[in-house]
């Protein structure tokens, strides 16, 4: 069962439980909705923004552990980012769940770090993406929901 | 009219599966280091050697293609292929080999029937008749139907057990509809609808009754004639045999009347560049070179099938289904059941509470566990239960008891772990 841990690390389990910056702002200056179809998971990304950097994130909406979890670190990690680098860090959590190997060491990933173990489980990295996809969809400004597929 | 064989006399199959089991060697092996427990035969199921060893006969030693050649192994081709379609219509307790007409599978046989009666029937006031439970592949066709033709989707809701609300279903059927699509068993549900009560009304109202027989055909005796089923569809690949192949079933009267789908070689009688003519079912609806493999392989898992016993297997899967409901409910808390209906097949779609069923499939698949997690292509059955998603275990004729209990303990593994 080891390599279950991997997945289901502590950190994941406590965010998929209770995940942090959970319900839409008051007042959003960008938002998203996200739909994963293959498991049902859907999710709303909500910015609010000052210029173009990252004042507050937050997010609705329900999932697996590994979807909800990776919502919630990622509204985390963004705070007081700029949109530029919401953008890096997508792309180098990306390479991450996928086995890549750029993330090493960088310290931007934070507590992503945990999400490692997603890419041994290749049917599991749409859960771990999609809040991040719903982010570039906010990001875009794009008003139609994203999906996975 | 035909009647079905008498209950088969025979013991349990509970006391074969050792043997029926050894026919099927990938229910021998190890997943994560567990050994393999398959329960997601919904889904599709596995192939015993026969079938495989059939496909490889018939692809090694008498590959050509069929109603083609004057040559010896294109006679060979077109026998076994004509052969496999006798079989088929002997399983569903048709009356001519004529009124089978070969297809991929399920989804296939439900969009040629959708274009063939879109095409003679549907129409402003001519609507078409669903249940809330139908898989994606018998709503989306009719409703590119329905959009084309102006008729209205008119659909059947469903009660909280996941039974067919019949009243609705006797207040829906009414004069105006010209087509009711029904599902035999539901995949998401397990509920086992009263088609042939079903067909009977469709009947009396003068509507063509279209009947998705995907998840009846594998788990008991099915006889068209005896439901009264105008069209009745089903996939060879959960009923142990090949994917890519299925049938569809009509009454020979309805196929003569239905235009044809797909053209290309085989379905025509003569072409000119003016205009064309059409060859008698089922070779109208069979455009170009079929699945000869598919055919022969689907045969012998029908051969399979009927020998181990129809009556049986429903016998089998019905015990399983009782005894894995009481295990459930018994030893895992916070389990919900979506669908009790008195009439299910071995089909058990649940959740936990606050446990996604994606993260329950992932853990039970690391204990060796396969199940089923998502919407099962019914998003309106979702809908009606108020879940993104269900698990799913669904049993086949080698599902054991032991199995059950194997899933039960990798389920207090799952809430051992997440919960």
Excluded at chain 1, 90 to 98: E, G, I, P, Y
Excluded at chain 2, 214 to 221: E, F, K, R, S, T
Aim: proline share 5%; charged share 20%.
């Amino acid at each position: 069962m080891s390599d279950l841990r991997e997945l289901y690390q502590e950190l994941i389990l406590d965010h998929g439980k209770h995940p942090r910056n959970f319900g839409a702002p008051e007042h959003a200056d960008r938002e998203a909705k996200g739909h994963n179809p293959l498991c049902g998971d859907r999710l709303t990304v909500y910015l609010v923004l000052d210029g173009d950097r990252i004042v507050d994130a937050r997010f609705d909406g329900a999932g697996c552990a590994i979807s909800t979890a990776s919502a919630s670190l990622m509204t985390e990690t963004l705070k007081g980012r700029t949109l530029a680098e919401a953008e890096q860090i997508f792309a180098k959590f990306h390479d991450l769940v996928t086995g890549g190997r750029s993330h090493l060491d960088d310290p931007e990933l934070e507590k992503l770090e945990v999400f490692a173990g997603v890419s041994e489980f290749p049917v599991r990295v749409k859960c771990a993406t999609l809040a991040w996809h719903t982010l570039k969809a906010a990001t875009e400004a794009s008003s139609d929901a994203v999906s996975t597929e | 009219m035909t009647t079905i064989s008498s209950p088969d006399a025979r013991a349990p199959l509970a006391a074969e599966l050792p043997t029926i089991r050894a026919a099927y060697p990938a229910l021998g092996r190890r997943v994560h280091g567990k050994p393999l427990v398959y329960l997601d035969n919904a889904a599709t199921t596995h192939k015993p050697l026969a079938v495989l060893d059939a496909e490889r006969e018939q692809a090694m030693w008498h590959n050509a293609n069929v109603h083609r050649g004057v040559h010896l192994l294109s006679q060979e081709a077109t026998e076994r292929y004509e052969a496999a379609r006798s079989t088929v219509r002997s399983f569903l307790g048709a009356a001519e080999d004529r009124e089978i007409v070969f297809v991929r599978g399920t989804t296939e046989a439900l969009n040629l029937a959708t274009a063939t009666l879109a095409a003679t029937r549907l129409g402003p006031g001519r609507d078409v008749l669903l249940t809330g439970m139908e898989h994606h592949s018998n709503i989306v066709p009719w409703q590119l139907a329905c959009q084309a033709s102006g008729a209205s989707l008119r659909v059947v809701p469903l009660l909280d057990d996941g039974s067919l609300d019949m009243e609705a279903f006797d207040r829906l059927l009414d004069g105006g509809v010209a087509v009711m699509a029904i599902v035999h068993t539901s995949n998401a549900l397990g509920t086992i609808n009263p088609v042939q009560a079903m067909c009977a009304k469709a009947r009396e109202v003068g509507a063509i009754s279209v009947v998705d027989g995907a998840q009846a055909v594998p788990h008991g005796p099915v006889n068209v004639r005896e439901l009264g089923a105008d069209l009745f569809a089903f996939s060879g690949h959960k009923v142990y045999g090949p994917t890519g192949i299925g049938a569809l079933y009509g009454r020979a009267e309805l196929l003569e009347s239905l235009p044809p789908w797909q053209g290309g070689g085989d379905m025509i009688r003569t072409v000119t560049f003016e205009g064309s003519t059409w060859a008698e079912p089922p070779a109208r609806f069979e455009a170009g070179t079929p699945n000869i493999t598919g055919a022969v392989g689907l045969a012998a898992a029908l051969d399979h099938v009927t020998g181990l016993g129809m009556d049986r297997i429903a016998a089998h899967e019905a015990d399983l289904l009782t005894y894995a409901t009481g295990r459930l409910l018994a030893d895992i808390p916070g389990i919900n059941l979506i669908g009790t209906a008195p009439a299910k097949a071995g089909v058990i779609s649940f959740t936990l509470d606050g446990i996604h069923p994606h993260d329950i499939g992932t853990v039970l698949d690391h204990e060796g566990i396969a199940i089923r997690t998502g919407h099962h292509c019914a998003q309106p059955v979702m809908d009606r239960y108020g879940v993104p998603a269900t698990a799913r275990a669904s049993f086949g004729l080698y599902t054991t008891r032991e199995e059950v209990d194997a899933l039960v303990v990798g389920l207090r593994r799952v809430q051992e772990m997440l919960g």
